[in-house]
């Protein structure tokens, strides 16, 4: 079994580490699980995806079985404001820990040096290897970490993926398609008393994002895992003065979509309406920067060893089956659903212990009870790793 004592040890550890993306980075983090690693016998490999930023990997070897590749990302956002707790302070309070990084996703970390630890101190050998990666970049647009990952052919065809990522304890098997990117609208600036030889690049902006907005949450796709695609406006700057009309405007946008939307189609939608609001505005241009790496929609395969065998194992140790339906379905973006997305596996999951709702805010946290839950699961599939990746028709007649 998993020491529960251990992983909340490691999750408390983990969250006093400063890893903000943008900030300080993950290199201490990353140093810390490399020595941690090492003190249970797992000799960790680290690959320089860029700077002093390494992906490290380790395996704990087993059969012949599919690799169980466990993702967990060493960065966190930027701690910002509201917190009434030590955002690095890692305190327990009313069956909880929190800080920066607690949900998303240290303690899920945590769970995956728990799993390599326990195989290693109980001298288990798993069906299959037991891989951890720990990514960097993941919370930053062109999640550098995964990337590098699938680049260098480090991943095989067959591996069965899992990140622990915060999903309430739920078995998250598919993710919109997520398309980052800055609008650059461009007037003529000019007098406000003599506003009539301008062009209000703001008031064409604005017109662009209501037009983008009821364009997108009227489009006629819903997903029964996913929902409907939607659609944000996360920044807006525009002008120089009060009393000067804007001569430039930037706006950046945050594009969610379902199937059966391509990821590609994303940018020339958008560049379709600002080309049609600019005709009102006479002069005015606009230019379209992409930020990040284009995120298509994925979705895993039921038949999946993953899939099955979170499947099972969840009930096995809840009595329950694993939610489904609409809250199956996953808004963010993780490292497993760029795997797939570069790869076209579908063989890639989501499962961890807090809620996403937490991820991101002040005042982070991740209830120990999900980290108990979340590592009893894991410990069982990986229990049963050689039965559960046996192909169904196989292990109804075994």
Same mark, same amino acid.
């Given at each position: 079994m998993?020491?529960?004592?251990?992983?909340?040890?490691d999750?408390?550890?983990?969250i006093?580490?400063?890893?903000?993306?943008?900030?300080?980075?993950?290199?201490e983090?990353g140093?810390?699980?490399?020595r941690?690693?090492s003190?249970?016998?797992?000799?960790?490999?680290?690959?320089?995806?860029?700077?002093?930023?390494?992906?490290?990997?380790?395996?704990?070897?087993g059969?012949?079985?599919?690799r169980l590749?466990?993702l967990?990302?060493?960065d966190?956002?930027p701690?910002g404001?509201g917190?009434?707790?030590?955002?690095?302070?890692?305190?327990i309070?009313?069956?909880k820990?929190?800080?920066?990084?607690a949900c998303d996703m240290k303690?899920g970390?945590?769970?995956?040096?728990?799993v390599l630890?326990a195989l290693?101190?109980?001298?288990i050998?798993?069906?299959g #290897?037991?891989?951890f990666?720990a990514t960097v970049d993941?919370?930053a647009?062109?999640?550098?970490?995964?990337?590098h990952l699938?680049e260098?052919?480090?991943l095989?065809?067959?591996d069965?993926?899992?990140?622990?990522?915060p999903?309430?304890?739920?078995?998250r098997i598919?993710q919109?398609?997520?398309?980052?990117l800055?609008l650059?609208v461009t007037g003529?600036?000019?007098?406000?008393g003599r506003?009539?030889l301008?062009i209000?690049?703001?008031?064409?902006m604005?017109?662009?994002?209501?037009?983008l907005?009821d364009?997108?949450?009227?489009?006629p796709?819903v997903?029964?895992?996913?929902g409907r695609?939607?659609?944000?406006?996360?920044?807006?700057?525009a002008?120089?003065?009060t009393n000067?009309?804007?001569?430039?405007?930037?706006?950046?946008?945050?594009?969610?979509?379902v199937?059966?939307?391509?990821?590609? #189609?994303?940018i020339p939608?958008?560049?379709e309406?600002?080309?049609?609001?600019?005709?009102?505005f006479?002069?005015?241009?606009?230019a379209?920067?992409?930020l990040?790496?284009?995120?298509p929609?994925?979705r895993?395969?039921?038949?999946?060893?993953?899939?099955?065998?979170l499947r099972?194992a969840f009930?096995a140790v809840?009595?329950?089956?694993v939610?489904?339906?609409?809250? #199956?379905?996953?808004?963010?973006?993780?490292?497993a659903?760029?795997?797939?997305a570069l790869?076209g596996?579908?063989?890639?999951a989501v499962?961890?212990?807090?809620?996403t709702?937490?991820?991101?805010?002040a #005042?982070?946290f991740?209830?120990?009870?999900?980290l108990?839950?979340?590592?009893?699961?894991?410990?069982?599939?990986v229990?049963d790793?050689?039965?559960?990746?046996?192909?169904?028709?196989?292990?109804d007649?075994?």
């Amino acid at each position: 079994m998993i020491s529960l004592d251990k992983v909340i040890t490691d999750t408390q550890a983990l969250i006093r580490i400063d890893s903000q993306n943008p900030g300080v980075g993950e290199a201490e983090c990353g140093e810390w699980v490399t020595r941690r690693l090492s003190e249970m016998g797992v000799s960790p490999i680290s690959t320089n995806v860029r700077d002093n930023r390494d992906n490290i990997m380790a395996t704990v070897k087993g059969g012949a079985s599919p690799r169980l590749v466990i993702l967990g990302h060493l960065d966190t956002v930027p701690i910002g404001a509201g917190w009434t707790k030590e955002p690095l302070g890692a305190e327990i309070r009313d069956n909880k820990i929190y800080g920066r990084g607690a949900c998303d996703m240290k303690g899920g970390v945590a769970i995956a040096l728990g799993v390599l630890e326990a195989l290693r101190s109980q001298n288990i050998t798993p069906a299959g #290897d037991v891989v951890f990666v720990a990514t960097v970049d993941e919370e930053a647009p062109d999640m550098a970490g995964a990337h590098h990952l699938v680049e260098s052919g480090f991943l095989r065809p067959d591996d069965q993926v899992i990140a622990l990522e915060p999903t309430g304890t739920r078995l998250r098997i598919a993710q919109m398609g997520l398309r980052w990117l800055t609008l650059t609208v461009t007037g003529k600036m000019a007098h406000a008393g003599r506003a009539h030889l301008g062009i209000d690049s703001a008031h064409a902006m604005s017109r662009i994002v209501n037009t983008l907005k009821d364009h997108i949450e009227g489009l006629p796709y819903v997903d029964d895992i996913l929902g409907r695609p939607r659609f944000t406006c996360g920044t807006f700057h525009a002008g120089v003065a009060t009393n000067v009309v804007p001569p430039t405007a930037e706006a950046s946008f945050d594009i969610r979509i379902v199937p059966p939307m391509l990821i590609e #189609d994303v940018i020339p939608m958008v560049e379709e309406i600002a080309a049609e609001v600019l005709r009102g505005f006479p002069g005015a241009s606009f230019a379209i920067n992409p930020l990040g790496a284009p995120r298509p929609p994925v979705r895993a395969s039921d038949d999946a060893p993953i899939i099955r065998g979170l499947r099972k194992a969840f009930t096995a140790v809840t009595g329950v089956t694993v939610p489904v339906g609409e809250d #199956d379905g996953h808004e963010a973006y993780t490292d497993a659903s760029m795997v797939a997305a570069l790869t076209g596996s579908t063989s890639c999951a989501v499962f961890g212990p807090g809620s996403t709702d937490r991820a991101h805010t002040a #005042d982070e946290f991740v209830p120990i009870a999900d980290l108990d839950l979340v590592s009893q699961v894991m410990w069982k599939m990986v229990s049963d790793w050689g039965e559960l990746t046996q192909t169904p028709h196989t292990a109804d007649n075994s």
